[in-house]
């Protein structure tokens, strides 16, 4: 008898990896650590005219498989009707299968809108007016939209000169929901086009209330906006890197090559180099003082097509999966704060998964026994988050480290209709444990295993990063 598509025990193949995630995993709140949420959508607690602006608005996800499957730009990023986009993403559902699509596409209907049909292009019409219908009443305001989906703490990517007003009009409305900013300072060592870096310094400058002549001077005003983060709640920080940088430098040199890029000069690709080493060592280090978590996204390659960067700016669908050498600038970074006894809480993520097993032994190096789970290995990240991918990162983590210690999922995020890939993630997970324990390779112990899938799922993110006291018991 064939099963129904999506049912309950979707992904759960056998009855312990039911047990596990219906019993344990299931109930658990969300903790989104890492994400891309608007926080001024947030605070205006925003509803949506329709389908489209809330599921297709800025989805590079989706435009990247319209496009391959024939539709035309101005149906992802053009002119063409909120509706007429959506019509034409229904026509492509059908040929994303077994591409993670179409598994989100169809959880999203199904747990925010309670539609089980599945999405096409005859369907197309009738889930488009339901969905939208429901959109414009209150109950799917963001804020209900959070509370749907039993979401706990959002911690939204904010560059340093942000106002982060929207933040504190937040906590100022009581909303129950903590919203956190965390800092992502990428943009304060993008010293390539010294023309745009000085043009940054300039808002750097009026943030912060410093004017900047001198290197001293630009850290103090990082310094001013790492302390008004921290002030408002922040805990942790992010890089988007193609790799670390971990270059010698010594402080003169970074003072010159400074006076260098405000005086206009363009630098050598070795001083673009130095310099970044030197900041990603100064963030590093005012992380640790405040007891952050520092997350490094590394591996992406970036805005391929010129053509299309030119004509529509980054994040719009252009990237891929890159290659480049992770392990020895890694290493020397991690150790260079360690020997200074100054390495904060870090999360590795990783993008090429032929380094997954680097990434899974390296962390290892620096768990030092001072926090658990210190150094992390980062949840399936971007084109890796998804079934194969997931499982692949959860294995070499288990196989080489303590999944057990997993501070888990994250949505990553720009759409406040992603939260499914939390239950994804869990089901995933449980999954693997279920069929270890059917295989006789893990105990038929379901209270036990139940407890580390809920410190996976939950308890464990909200102990590292400082949500609360202790964690969730395990029962021995």
């Given at each position: 008898?064939?099963?129904?598509?999506l049912?309950?025990?979707?992904?759960?193949?056998?009855?312990?990896?039911?047990?596990?995630?219906h019993?344990?995993?299931?109930?658990?709140?969300?903790?989104?650590?890492?994400?891309?949420?608007?926080?001024?959508?947030?605070?205006?607690?925003?509803?949506?005219?329709?389908?489209?602006?809330?599921?297709?608005?800025?989805?590079?996800?989706?435009?990247?498989?319209?496009?391959?499957?024939?539709?035309?730009?101005?149906?992802?990023?053009?002119?063409?009707?909120?509706?007429?986009?959506?019509?034409?993403?229904?026509?492509?559902?059908?040929?994303?299968?077994?591409?993670?699509?179409y598994?989100?596409?169809?959880?999203e209907?199904?747990?925010?809108?309670?539609?089980?049909?599945?999405?096409?292009?005859?369907?197309?019409?009738?889930?488009?007016?339901?969905?939208?219908?429901?959109?414009?009443?209150?109950?799917?305001?963001?804020?209900?939209?959070?509370?749907?989906?039993?979401v706990?703490?959002?911690?939204?990517?904010?560059?340093?000169?942000?106002?982060?007003?929207?933040?504190?009009?937040?906590?100022?409305?009581?909303?129950?929901?903590?919203?956190?900013?965390?800092?992502?300072?990428?943009?304060?060592?993008?010293?390539?086009?010294?023309?745009?870096?000085?043009?940054?310094?300039?808002?750097?400058?009026?943030?912060?209330?410093?004017?900047?002549?001198?290197?001293?001077?630009?850290?103090?005003?990082?310094?001013?906006?790492?302390?008004?983060?921290?002030?408002?709640?922040?805990?942790?920080?992010?890089?988007?890197?193609?790799?670390?940088?971990?270059?010698?430098?010594?402080?003169?040199?970074?003072?010159?090559?400074?006076?260098?890029?405000?005086?206009?000069s363009?630098?050598?690709?070795?001083?673009?180099?130095?310099?970044?080493?030197?900041?990603?060592v100064?963030?590093?280090?005012?992380?640790?003082?405040?007891?952050?978590?520092?997350?490094?996204?590394?591996?992406?390659?970036?805005?391929?097509?010129?053509?299309?960067?030119?004509?529509?700016?980054?994040?719009t669908?252009?990237?891929?999966?890159?290659?480049?050498?992770?392990?020895?600038?890694?290493a020397?970074?991690?150790?260079?704060?360690?020997?200074?006894?100054?390495?904060?809480?870090?999360?590795?993520?990783?993008?090429?998964?032929?380094?997954?097993?680097?990434?899974?032994?390296?962390?290892?190096?620096?768990?030092?026994?001072?926090?658990?789970?210190?150094?992390?290995?980062?949840?399936?990240?971007?084109?890796?988050?998804?079934?194969?991918?997931?499982?692949?990162?959860?294995?070499?983590?288990?196989?080489?480290?303590?999944?057990?210690?997993?501070?888990?999922?994250?949505?990553?995020?720009?759409?406040?209709?992603?939260?499914?890939?939390?239950?994804?993630?869990?089901?995933?997970?449980?999954?693997?444990?279920?069929?270890?324990?059917?295989?006789?390779?893990?105990?038929d112990?379901?209270?036990?295993?139940?407890?580390?899938?809920?410190?996976?799922?939950?308890?464990?993110?909200?102990?590292?990063?400082?949500?609360?006291?202790?964690?969730?018991?395990?029962?021995?």
């Amino acid at each position: 008898m064939k099963k129904p598509f999506l049912n309950d025990d979707f992904l759960l193949q056998t009855e312990s990896a039911r047990q596990l995630y219906h019993s344990f995993a299931k109930p658990m709140p969300i903790i989104d650590y890492h994400c891309h949420l608007p926080p001024d959508q947030i605070a205006e607690d925003r509803t949506f005219e329709n389908l489209t602006q809330i599921w297709l608005y800025g989805d590079h996800y989706k435009w990247r498989a319209m496009r391959t499957n024939g539709v035309d730009e101005s149906y992802c990023t053009g002119n063409q009707s909120d509706f007429a986009k959506f019509q034409k993403w229904a026509e492509t559902v059908p040929y994303t299968v077994r591409n993670p699509l179409y598994h989100w596409t169809h959880l999203e209907l199904q747990r925010y809108f309670g539609i089980t049909e599945t999405l096409n292009g005859q369907s197309a019409r009738r889930i488009y007016d339901a969905c939208t219908e429901q959109l414009q009443t209150p109950d799917f305001s963001v804020r209900n939209l959070l509370r749907r989906m039993n979401v706990e703490t959002v911690c939204t990517t904010d560059d340093p000169v942000d106002s982060l007003e929207y933040h504190q009009k937040l906590a100022d409305s009581g909303f129950e929901i903590s919203v956190l900013p965390a800092f992502r300072p990428d943009k304060a060592m993008a010293v390539e086009d010294t023309t745009t870096f000085n043009q940054y310094l300039s808002r750097l400058e009026s943030a912060s209330n410093v004017s900047i002549a001198d290197f001293d001077d630009f850290l103090t005003a990082l310094r001013q906006r790492h302390d008004y983060f921290a002030a408002m709640g922040c805990k942790l920080s992010d890089h988007g890197l193609e790799q670390i940088y971990a270059e010698e430098y010594t402080e003169a040199a970074i003072q010159a090559i400074f006076d260098k890029i405000r005086s206009g000069s363009t630098l050598s690709g070795a001083e673009v180099l130095t310099f970044k080493s030197a900041m990603l060592v100064y963030f590093a280090e005012m992380d640790w003082e405040k007891g952050w978590t520092q997350q490094f996204h590394l591996g992406a390659l970036r805005n391929n097509n010129s053509r299309m960067l030119r004509q529509l700016g980054p994040d719009t669908g252009w990237d891929s999966i890159g290659d480049f050498s992770q392990a020895r600038a890694l290493a020397r970074f991690l150790d260079r704060l360690d020997t200074t006894d100054k390495l904060a809480k870090t999360i590795l993520y990783n993008l090429n998964p032929a380094d997954n097993e680097l990434l899974a032994t390296m962390i290892g190096n620096f768990n030092d026994g001072s926090v658990a789970g210190k150094i992390q290995f980062g949840s399936g990240w971007w084109f890796l988050d998804q079934k194969e991918g997931m499982e692949r990162q959860i294995n070499a983590l288990s196989n080489m480290g303590l999944l057990s210690r997993f501070v888990g999922m994250l949505t990553d995020s720009r759409s406040f209709l992603s939260y499914p890939r939390h239950e994804y993630f869990r089901r995933i997970l449980c999954n693997l444990f279920g069929n270890d324990i059917e295989n006789g390779e893990l105990p038929d112990d379901i209270d036990w295993m139940g407890n580390v899938v809920q410190n996976v799922c939950y308890g464990n993110a909200k102990t590292y990063f400082g949500f609360s006291s202790k964690p969730l018991e395990l029962a021995v």
